[in-house]
């Protein structure tokens, strides 16, 4: 994840994260209604909404998301969750994005990009960004249950970099040498208490020129599973203005990704 004395700071802030969620989405369901999202970028989304991992399923986790802009924008009205959380919010968001950021100075080094082509200097700190942390809940089903909801379907991260902690069973990811074939091979990531899963996503494989690939994962209900999942995903986004060539090869903004 990161190396020498920033690691216990980083963990303890995961801790914190951990404490709130499950306060936060113990909550009763018209409390969390309140701040449905109306954008793609900050509040809540209950299960339900997209598709899920089997056919004709839909997804079964729910989501409370919190951008750098949200947090910006809403010091005027802020929701409840923001009124009382903002500092551990806005230290999460810093403490990711700077893990995010050290990981593109590195991946520029080692790709031996030119000044120009950097990947850091797509992401600017003091330039407007979709830059998000969301947290996921995956309530606990039942082993064996034929359920009309179930996990969170394949997909890859549309942004640059994602910095995920879990300390549960369930994501799943598809090899490079798997993807296109008939029968889909998936294999569980392991959870490591202390690490921090990074993805490369979509935008990054853009702004590298395809050198970087994003991978496709998925989440499903893992055997022996007794217990709600919790995730803390944190989404680094490219900065709006940000141009790059699309797998259409047409020329788009980073604002222009949903």
């Known amino acids: 994840m990161t190396d020498g004395e920033e690691n216990p700071a980083v963990l303890q802030k995961v801790d914190e994260m951990y404490v709130f969620m499950r306060e936060w989405?113990?909550?009763?369901?018209?409390v969390k209604?309140?701040?449905?999202?109306?954008n793609y970028t900050d509040g809540y989304k209950?299960?339900?909404?997209?598709?899920g991992v089997r056919e004709n399923t839909r997804d079964a986790y729910e989501t409370l998301k919190v951008s750098h802009m949200g947090i910006k924008k809403g010091a005027t009205n802020p929701p409840p969750y923001l009124q009382?959380?903002?500092g551990m919010f806005e230290s999460y968001l810093e403490a990711c994005n700077q893990i995010a950021l050290r990981l593109l100075i590195c991946l520029s080094s080692h790709l031996g990009l030119d000044k120009s082509e950097v990947l850091e200097n797509f992401h600017?700190?003091?330039e407007d960004s979709n830059s998000t942390l969301v947290l996921l809940k995956y309530p606990y089903q039942e082993p064996n249950l034929e359920s009309h909801q179930i996990g969170h379907i394949k997909h890859t991260d549309i942004g640059s970099i994602t910095v995920l902690f879990t300390d549960q069973w369930g994501l799943q990811v598809l090899s490079a040498a798997d993807?296109?074939?008939?029968?889909?091979?998936?294999k569980f990531v392991e959870p490591r208490r202390g690490c921090a899963v990074i993805n490369v996503g979509d935008s990054l494989r853009f702004l590298s020129q395809k050198k970087l690939r994003s991978c496709f994962h998925r989440v499903v209900p893992a055997k022996g599973q007794t217990v709600d999942r919790y995730t803390i995903a944190y989404f680094l986004r490219p900065s709006n203005s940000a141009?790059?060539?699309?797998?259409?090869?047409?020329?788009?903004?980073?604002?222009?990704l949903a």
């Open 33 to 38: 209604q309140e701040v449905l999202s109306s």
């Open 84 to 86: 009382v959380r903002k």
């Open 46 to 51: 209950p299960t339900g909404i997209f598709a």
């Open 25 to 30: 989405f113990g909550q009763p369901d018209e």
């Open 179 to 186: 993807q296109g074939q008939k029968e889909e091979q998936w």
């Open 243 to 256: 141009t790059f060539v699309d797998s259409n090869g047409e020329l788009v903004t980073a604002n222009k």
């Open 124 to 126: 600017q700190d003091k």
